[in-house]
């Protein structure tokens, strides 16, 4: 079983230097690529130079996240594909029981890694902890970490165990399944649209796993900082994308309680004062209409799966009421 792990990399030169070599070091089964998202800084000079070794893919233009990886995996023939952020640190032997989990159960399709902080290696990290799990309205949330409560890996989740989504920090997936699903929405340019990927794939009987015995460290934020009010609106936009796209049920009605949500959230912000990231809501409210006939169309053409998709009805009621701050609580 042949695997490519692929980073991503758009004017990074300063994180390829730093975590890079852990990656080379540590997967001796793979063939290690960086995917250039046609940076501007002197990246591809520096990996031609300190990594001959390395395969480089060079995209033509910065399509984020999602058209960078989709430009990046069309020229790859191995048979799994490991999408790694540019500021991960992997450990040793990371791959081997990802491999074995994939050889071991021919319909899981998607795997992600315990993903722990990179600046605080006794905790899990905000972007993918132990797996990613969704309410019904299509707020995401991790197993390890609950809105801005990170739990200490203590072993609690040691277990190899199905999860909702896998994060996009460190993604493991099956190249025929990637290109089953036509590979990332590149509508979505960053953020949401590994949730999106696995929604699709759940929705046509895929499974996503959790594989806790490999390990790798995540820096987290350096591209695109949580408190910048361009995630919070990338985060809103392609969550109520994806919501549109890919949940069962009556989507309208789904639709007017999760917007009544959002603006439960714009006045959390307000009552801090955070009035760009308000912006960013509304901004994200007025693109998702200006979409939403295209999204509804898309709707059509996908599969719904009529089980159930979400962990817990509103993670907002269950975390904010009824103060349960630990996926264990759920």
Not at 173 to 179: E, G, L
Not at 251 to 256: D, E
């Amino acid at each position: 079983m042949r695997i490519a792990v692929v980073i991503l990399n758009w004017n990074g030169k300063t994180l390829l230097e730093a975590f890079l070599p852990s990656v080379i070091a540590n997967s001796p089964e793979a063939t290690v690529y960086v995917a250039d998202n046609a940076s501007t800084d002197d990246s591809v000079s520096f990996l031609k130079a300190e990594f001959p070794h390395v395969k480089i893919i060079q995209n033509t233009t910065n399509g984020g996240y999602a058209k960078g990886y989709n430009d990046a995996l069309k020229h790859l023939e191995e048979d799994i594909f490991c999408l790694v952020n540019s500021d991960i640190e992997v450990t040793k032997n990371w791959l081997t029981p990802v491999i074995e989990t994939f050889k071991a159960e021919e319909n899981t399709a998607v795997i992600q890694p315990k993903i722990l902080d990179f600046k605080k290696k006794t905790h899990f990290e905000y972007a993918g902890a132990a797996g990613g799990f969704i309410d019904k309205y299509g707020y995401p949330f991790c197993k390890g970490r609950l809105f801005n409560t990170v739990e200490e890996d203590e072993g609690q989740y040691n277990t190899i165990t199905e999860i909702f989504w896998a994060s996009g920090a460190c993604f493991f997936i099956r190249k025929d399944t990637f290109n089953t699903l036509n590979g990332f929405d590149e509508t979505f340019f960053a953020h949401m649209e590994e949730v999106d990927l696995c929604w699709r794939a759940f929705n046509l009987g895929y499974i996503s796993k959790y594989v806790s015995s490999a390990v790798v460290y995540h820096v987290g934020g350096a591209t695109l900082n949580a408190s910048n009010p361009k995630k919070t609106y990338l985060n809103f936009r392609n969550s109520l994308a994806t919501l549109t796209k890919n949940a069962n049920g009556n989507i309208f009605f789904l639709l007017f309680a999760r917007l009544s949500l959002d603006g439960l959230a714009a006045f959390k912000f307000l009552i801090r004062l955070q009035f760009s990231h308000i912006f960013a809501i509304f901004n994200a409210h007025f693109s998702f209409y200006a979409r939403l006939p295209k999204l509804l169309k898309q709707r059509k053409e996908l599969t719904q799966n009529n089980t159930e998709y979400y962990k817990t009805k509103s993670i907002l009621w269950s975390y904010f009421a009824s103060n349960k701050k630990h996926f264990t609580d759920l």
